[in-house]
């Protein structure tokens, strides 16, 4: 704690022996030394409590941002929720007109490319099968009735191709459609039908309107 005057004992035994009191050597502060400290100290309280306050106002600020953030973040929340819910109706009901719309195009197509490509299509699965068999000693195919003058030249110059000539038999059944085939080799067999695959795409496409599932 600061002093505000010091005591000089041999003036004050001095005076009460009867000396000038003009002589007294006592150091007193002066009016100006008095009201310098006095604002001193006021500035000293004043940045006390303004940095009290500050602390007070910014800690107040601190708690209001982090409420608006959290009123923010659930207003976002349920905004999006509410986009993403209404973008399922909408996917739903697009995927089901894109269904619809395939289903329809399947329907009108299929019959075309089972009556202009079986034959073709067949002849794909064979040359796919003739070049998986190799090495074995025997290929034998089998195809429709219908199938037989128009694919045997081309089945067999595929397999002239492959070296395998030599190897493969044609066969013809009469309960084969068009584009239809049976393979057989010494490690295994492929059977395929082309109408058969036509089929099984309506049946799926029509199975998932029916249910309202993705096929």
């Known amino acids: 704690m600061a002093l505000i005057f010091r005591r ?42 303004l940095e009290k306050g500050h602390s007070k106002a910014l800690e107040e600020f601190h708690q209001d941002a982090e409420q608006n953030q959290n009123q923010t973040l659930t207003t976002i929340k349920d905004h999006l929720g509410n986009l993403f819910e209404k973008s399922d109706v909408h996917s739903a009901a697009l995927e089901a007109q894109v269904l619809d719309f395939g289903l329809s195009v399947c329907e009108q197509v299929f019959p075309y490319l089972v009556h202009n490509q079986s034959h073709e299509r067949a002849l794909t699965q064979i040359k796919k099968t003739m070049q998986m068999a190799l090495g074995s000693p025997y290929i034998n195919i089998t195809i429709s009735e219908t199938a037989m003058a128009p694919l045997r030249p081309l089945i067999e110059h595929a397999a002239n191709d492959l070296g395998i000539k030599d190897h493969i038999k044609l066969l013809s059944d009469t309960t084969l459609a068009d584009g239809a085939t049976h393979i057989e080799w010494k490690n295994g067999f492929m059977e395929y039908s082309f109408e058969t695959v036509c089929e099984r795409i309506l049946t799926a496409l029509k199975a998932a309107q029916k249910t309202n599932l993705n096929p």
């Open 8 to 49: 000089n004992f041999d003036d004050e035994l001095a005076r009460e022996m009867g000396a000038d009191i003009s002589t007294c050597t006592c150091s007193h502060p002066s009016l100006e030394e008095i009201e310098a400290r006095i604002d001193a100290a006021k500035l000293e309280a004043y940045q006390a409590g």
